[in-house]
């Protein structure tokens, strides 16, 4: 993200800081008169999360299979994130990391203290990270499980990525603005600027743009231009 355009959208957002702002008021009225549009995107969210769970099937089974084999621990890594009208629901992934964070002192420390400010921790060579969880990881495979949240009605296929409440907490204005649509598996930061992906921060300028200018064909947009992000392995790590 430009640097210019991060500062310029945070100071925005700093003057959004009630309910009954004007700036909340006109993004809230403009995301009401797209009923439409969000009846098909939930309509096309049910149908392709089915077809997509059906498709990856055979993946969902061998990596089910493989995290039980090599790593002791559940296979899911369920998270609490902040969804639709600041409801908090259970994201889940695949996990990639050993299931006591303790045996890896150093990045669990690391991991507590930035969570304090707000920031995710994230490390490319995180001692955390199982073998089998670099590979899912890198692939973008650990995220195939958030088609069940999808089809759920959790999230969305294309959307504001999920956030841990705590990275939001330094930016309650931008949290209400963001919690008006559903989180996405992809969206405008992901085929964008997937590689800053430690801080809502980086997310702002992207997601206020989706969230103003949402319609059914943008996310078809957004869609169609994931593959090659996916392919890349930017940011994913």
């Known amino acids: ?104 002192r150093y990045d669990h420390s690391s991991a507590i203290e930035r969570a304090s400010k707000g920031i995710l921790h994230k490390n490319q060579r995180d001692s955390r990270i199982t073998l089998v969880g670099r590979i899912i990881r890198k692939t973008s495979i650990d995220e195939l499980p958030q088609l069940f949240n999808v089809l759920f009605g959790d999230m969305s296929i294309v959307g504001p990525r999920p956030l841990l409440p705590f990275m939001l907490v330094p930016y309650p204005e931008f949290s209400q603005l963001r919690c008006l649509v559903r989180p996405g598996i992809t969206g405008l930061w992901q085929i964008r600027d997937r590689q800053n992906n430690t801080s809502a921060e980086y997310m702002m300028e992207h997601d206020m743009e989706y969230i103003e200018n949402f319609n059914f064909f943008l996310d078809l947009k957004i869609i169609a231009e994931t593959p090659l992000v996916v392919l890349s392995g930017k940011g994913a790590y």
């Not at 969210?45 to 621990?73: A, E, H, N, Q, Y």
């Open 1 to 104: 993200m430009n640097v210019n355009n991060q500062i310029n959208t945070a100071e925005k957002l700093i003057h959004v800081n009630a309910r009954d702002d004007s700036k909340f008021i006109a993004v809230t009225q403009s995301v009401k008169r797209k009923g439409t549009h969000f009846l098909l995107k939930r309509t096309f969210d049910i149908l392709v999360s089915l077809v997509l769970i059906l498709l990856f099937g055979p993946i969902l089974i061998i990596v089910t299979l493989l995290i039980k084999i090599t790593s002791r621990g559940p296979v899911l890594y369920s998270k609490e994130r902040v969804g639709l009208n600041g409801r908090h629901f259970k994201c889940h992934k695949f996990r990639s990391m050993v299931i006591d964070d303790l045996e890896k």
